[in-house]
């Protein structure tokens, strides 16, 4: 496939750093038409670079404690997120449920990142069952839930409207093919006008950790510049690659 325009590295970021977003809804943002969103998106998709719909689920909402580590050993064991860098860094994030399974992780890759008050979340069984329905279709209607656990269709849309708030819905992109800047940030300043440019929403926010894409590079040396100006101490690695996976329900 040939080098991406500017306007097709546009909707790939936009399918990454907005939560839920639609051909609609980033056609109007780019004054063009849904068709040729939607073909713009098949031609991604068919060229390998676009991937399929995915969701991210925060561990503490299936009720599990969790913690961000950073090391230059490659993880072995499942992570809720993963980012590799071309720094060779990675960055992950791993659940546990006990003060011992914490210890173990530690001693394996040292200090942890955890974001503040973080109580895991009990689930009941029918919040259990929505979402494991989201993970195998994400885009998953409130008549369709209705009929996969044989309930009434406003119990349904209550169950819906949760998992939308509680999870994350977002697109696997494969960032070198695609062109795409992508940087693992963390910092104590705030993003200001680049917070837009985060993706995944904002899982770990409050632990003062970032992923951030930008459609062209000098977006995204513009953002490290004044990220430096407003704070030195900032660390920032280039992503080469990600990856999400559910925690298990």
Known sequence: MEYLIYDERSVLTMLMTEC???PSSIAKKLGV??????????????????????????????????AFFQSDTRI?????????????????????KSEEELKSLKERYGRPWFVPGLKPKPLT????????????????????????LDIPRTKARRLVSWAR??????????LS????????????????????????????????FYAMAFPDLGTAAE?????????HKAKIHVII???LQPPRL
């Open 177 to 208: 093919r695609a062109g795409i800047t992508a940087l693992a940030v963390k910092t104590s300043a705030p993003l200001g006008a680049y917070a837009t440019c985060k993706f995944f929403s904002c899982f770990a926010y409050a632990a003062g």
């Open 125 to 148: 069984e029918l919040q259990r069952k929505t979402l494991k329905l989201f993970l195998k279709n994400p885009l998953v209607s409130s008549t369709e839930l209705a009929r996969e």
């Open 223 to 231: 953002f490290v510049k004044k990220l430096k100006t407003a704070d």
């Open 241 to 243: 690659n990600y990856e």
């Open 20 to 22: 839920r977003a639609t």
């Open 33 to 66: 038409s849904r068709q040729l969103i939607w073909y713009t998106l098949k031609r991604l998709r068919e060229a390998g670079v676009l991937g399929p719909p995915t969701l991210y689920i925060r561990p503490d909402h299936a009720g599990l404690y969790y």
């Open 76 to 96: 072995n064991q499942d992570a809720v997120l993963k980012f590799e860098t071309l720094e060779g860094v990675h960055i992950f994030a791993l659940p546990f």
């Open 165 to 174: 708030r509680n999870t994350n819905f977002t697109y696997r992109v494969n």
